[in-house]
């Protein structure tokens, strides 16, 4: 089955630096990568995805890269804002297994004012 | 839209009671939703699928008899732990599949906090 690895496991920045998680996954057949927000006692939050067809995606401060070859995507937010701070996990899931989520082991993300 | 709500969102239960959760999509029709267990500063584990109209799909070790899925409406789905015990004690997620939106998006509950004294 599917393996994701998320890295670093916990991430601390100045407000108004930028910050980068990045994943792995073993599964070619993978084709669909959201990242989820999860803050404290709350249920995930999907941020942005990004689909096999694409290499990059950008919404406002969040961007998402993707290597297909490399079998890793990476997480990009940019001027960090202390709201930033979180619990920041990257999945990955393909059609053949029913579009299952495997997630990574998470980033706790602290934005330091 | 695409809001998934989950009642209750805490629950204390005495050793050997049980306990149903429920998970509604509001605003949208799931044919599919996913249930999910964290514990605490951990990843989500994926429990099972449930699929409307049908036997949920469980995952490897974890055991059908003790965590009841039913799916019986295109908007609801209930987890009951039966017999629940103190290792019982976690976060339990919901998601859901849009129906007629991007096969793959799936979105999340608030999540059930369950305590098992």
């Known amino acids: 089955g599917e393996n994701v690895e998320q890295h670093p496991s916990t991430l601390s920045v100045q407000e108004g630096d930028s910050a980068v998680i990045k994943c792995t996954y073993s599964?070619?057949?993978?084709?669909?990568f959201p990242w989820y927000k999860q803050e404290l006692g709350k249920g995930p939050q999907l941020i942005i995805d990004?689909?096999?067809?694409?290499g990059e995606k950008k919404d406002q401060r969040i961007a998402v890269t993707l290597n297909k070859t490399a079998k890793h995507f990476s997480l990009h937010i940019t001027e960090t804002q202390p709201e930033d701070s979180a619990v920041y996990f990257c999945a990955a899931s393909n059609k053949a297994a029913g579009n299952k989520l495997t997630f990574g082991g998470g980033t706790r993300v602290l934005v330091k004012p | 839209g695409a809001v998934v709500s989950q009642h209750p969102s805490r629950v204390i239960c005495k050793s050997g009671t049980s306990v149903k959760i429920e998970c509604r999509s509001l605003?949208?029709?799931?044919?599919?939703m996913f249930w999910y267990r964290q514990f605490p500063k951990q990843s989500l584990m994926l429990m099972a699928t449930?699929?409307?109209?049908?036997?949920?799909?469980?995952e490897q070790g974890v055991e059908k008899d003790k965590f009841l899925i039913n799916h019986a409406s295109l908007t609801l789905s209930t987890l009951t732990v039966t017999s629940a015990h103190p290792e019982d004690s976690s976060f339990y997620i919901c998601?859901?599949?849009?129906?007629?939106?991007?096969?793959?998006?799936?979105?999340f509950g608030p999540g059930t906090r369950l305590l098992v004294l």
């Open positions: 990004i689909r096999s067809n694409v």
């Open positions: 605003d949208f029709q799931a044919t599919t």
């Open positions: 449930s699929n409307e109209g049908s036997k949920a799909t469980y």
């Open positions: 599964d070619s057949a993978s084709n669909y």
């Open positions: 998601s859901a599949r849009d129906s007629v939106g991007v096969q793959e998006t799936q979105y």
